[in-house]
């Protein structure tokens, strides 16, 4: 499939990413907000000599997020990646990770089906289920009390790319990039209040089909999300309360919890859609174009 791939920047590691940790990790904000401006790849930032460890990636979260919102753009929420443990042995990780979305990052699916390839690095499509959340969740909450503070259900697609050439990374590598999100398309919202013992056994069995052109491509569903995307919420709650550097969950954030199938590669004129089967979510549709 035809995908949008740039040259990487020709300076040495050395004199991109120094031996100074501080320096390190603000460098690695600013070459990263630059790639993502620019549409270009970089250089492993786990390969400079100074290493990126995952506390040090997540500290390059919390400045991209004060850059985001120093040039006017608002947290919309998280984006959780690599939920699909079917996709660690592929991208050299052993656990899920998350970034952060933003007003110029999240959209409504129905608003926007058409997507342009060039805005992305080597982009590549994931289903999703996201929530929206009503009330901040704390990490001892279980999967029933968890769906106390979610609002609402959607089925959505989270385009991610990777600003390192052939997706080929470490985690610490994948954080820095802000979990390699692109953009997020939420699908129909569907309030969660009334029905909350069905929505839990729904989103731990249904099934999930991307097609690509009328084709099947991929098949999973809500197992396939750590068992359930409530499983993943969890996961990033118990994340964020050891976190240092970056708050927890509010009211208003929508948290997407990641792909249901493997994720695939986009290509200018593909037209992708997923149907869902055990969970009453309408199928949704997404066309590339350049």
């Given at each position: 499939m035809a995908s949008t791939q740039r040259k990487s920047s020709g300076k040495s590691l050395e004199a991109q990413f120094p031996n100074d940790t501080a320096n390190m990790t603000e460098t690695i904000a600013k070459t990263v907000l630059t790639a993502l401006d620019d549409h270009n790849q970089v250089p492993l930032f786990s390969e400079a000599p100074a290493g990126l460890s995952v506390s040090d990636a997540y500290q390059v979260t919390a400045q991209l997020r004060a850059a985001f919102e120093?040039?006017?753009?608002?947290?919309?929420?998280?984006?959780?990646?690599?939920?699909?443990?079917?996709?660690?042995?592929?991208?050299?990780?052993?656990?899920?990770?998350?970034?952060y979305c933003t007003d110029t990052s999240t959209f409504e699916l129905e608003d926007n089906l058409v997507?342009?390839?060039?805005?992305?690095?080597?982009?590549?499509?994931?289903?999703?289920?996201i929530?929206?959340?009503?009330?901040?969740?704390?990490?001892?909450?279980?999967?029933?009390?968890?769906?106390?503070?979610?609002?609402?259900?959607?089925?959505?697609?989270?385009?991610?790319?990777?600003?390192?050439?052939?997706?080929?990374?470490?985690?610490?590598?994948?954080?820095?990039?802000n979990a390699l999100h692109g953009a997020l398309l939420i699908g129909n919202r569907h309030e969660v209040v009334s029905r909350k013992?069905?929505?839990?056994?729904?989103?731990?069995?249904?099934?999930?089909?991307?097609?690509?052109?009328?084709?099947?491509?991929?098949?999973?569903?809500?197992?396939?999300?750590?068992?359930?995307?409530?499983?993943?919420?969890?996961?990033?709650?118990?994340?964020?309360?050891?976190?240092?550097?970056?708050?927890?969950?509010?009211?208003?954030?929508?948290?997407?919890?990641?792909?249901?199938?493997?994720?695939?590669?986009v290509g200018v004129g593909q037209n992708w859609s997923t149907k869902v089967r055990g969970i009453p979510l309408e199928e949704i549709k997404l066309r590339f174009e350049n």
């Open positions: 120093a040039r006017g753009e608002t947290i919309t929420g998280r984006k959780i990646g690599f939920t699909n443990r079917g996709m660690w042995d592929a991208h050299g990780v052993r656990a899920p990770i998350w970034g997507q342009n390839v060039s805005k992305f690095v080597e982009p590549r499509i994931e289903p999703e289920i929530f929206g959340i009503r009330e901040t969740p704390h990490p001892l909450m279980n999967k029933e009390e968890l769906l106390d503070c979610i609002e609402w259900v959607s089925l959505g697609y989270e385009i991610v790319q990777s600003i390192f050439a052939g997706w080929k990374f470490s985690a610490s590598d994948t954080i820095a990039a013992a069905a929505w839990e056994r729904e989103l731990a069995s249904f099934r999930a089909e991307l097609f690509c052109d009328g084709v099947l491509s991929q098949t999973g569903g809500g197992a396939f999300v750590l068992g359930s995307p409530l499983v993943a919420l969890q996961h990033l709650v118990k994340l964020l309360d050891k976190d240092p550097y970056n708050p927890p969950l509010g009211a208003g954030e929508v948290v997407s919890t990641g792909t249901l199938t493997l994720a695939m590669p």
